[in-house]
């Protein structure tokens, strides 16, 4: 459903994308993890169209969208939703204004189905009844919930999560886990899920794809990639600092002192 074919993308002479190949089934949830930085979320930009490539191939059921007018790329993205790293929702709307903002801005529909249709996706996320509040009077978990019900309310064919459990504690970090598998089953969607949590990965993927210095260093099912024996990819998941990555750097205390000094 979605292929990149040798995509690159720099910033300030940093190649974040460097000739990634990646092919994402219908159907399937893929779980791209890899370290801070590595380039996952400039990927989910390029998917939805926010970035283009310097070069290569982004296509969407075989389309290049980075050929497309805006008005072709806008009709696009009303096939996909996004739940964003920090929900991003607007503060000065309700939580139902939030919910419906797409539906108002790019569809004729009457304000009586846009009231059915947000009341249907917070149903499905487990919030109903909250359309009056503001986000402010909301929780981490709950804002989380509601930009999700943004992201459903279209009813798209493909959801991308930047981040879904980032900033939540476990428990209902697993929460959002269980609702993503059950939007996936319910919504039949194909689903991209940038994460470092790597008990969420293990939990809702299809597929793990790791991302290393623009690039899909290793692909497989959670199993496979639980029992790798990619030194990169092993150090990854296990969490240690010891490995081939060597890039990660400690100061001692006297260290510390003496750049103070």
């Not at 909301?138 to 991308?160: F, T, Y």
Request: with cysteine.
């Amino acid at each position: 459903m979605i292929e990149a074919v040798n995509v690159c993308k720099s910033f300030n002479n940093h190649r974040v994308l460097n000739r990634l190949d990646l092919k994402i089934n219908e159907g399937e949830t893929l779980v791209i993890i890899g370290r801070s930085g590595c380039g996952k979320s400039v990927f989910l930009r390029h998917v939805i169209g926010l970035m283009r490539p310097e070069s290569g191939q982004l296509l969407v059921d075989g389309v290049d969208i980075a050929k497309l007018s805006l008005k072709q790329l806008n009709q696009l993205r009303m096939r996909f939703g996004m739940l964003f790293q920090a929900s991003a929702l607007f503060d000065s709307m309700t939580v139902g204004e939030n919910v419906g903002f797409a539906l108002i801005e790019h569809t004729t529909l009457s304000g009586q189905a846009i009231r059915e249709r947000v009341e249907e996706a917070l149903q499905l996320v487990g919030l109903k009844g909250i359309q009056e509040l503001k986000p402010s009077e909301l929780s981490g978990g709950m804002k989380k919930r509601v930009a999700l019900a943004r992201a459903i309310c279209m009813r798209p064919e493909i959801l991308l999560y930047d981040e879904p459990t980032t900033g939540l504690d476990p428990i209902m970090a697993d929460a959002i886990n269980d609702l993503i598998i059950q939007l996936h089953d319910k919504l039949k969607v194909t689903s991209v899920v940038v994460t470092h949590d790597m008990v969420s990965a293990y939990k809702i993927g299809t597929r793990i794809a790791m991302m290393y210095q623009g690039q899909i260093l290793q692909m497989g099912t959670p199993q496979e990639i639980k029992n790798t024996t990619h030194p990169v990819v092993k150090q990854f998941i296990t969490g240690s600092a010891m490995g081939p990555i060597t890039d990660i750097q400690f100061k001692s205390l006297g260290q510390l002192e003496e750049e103070r000094s």
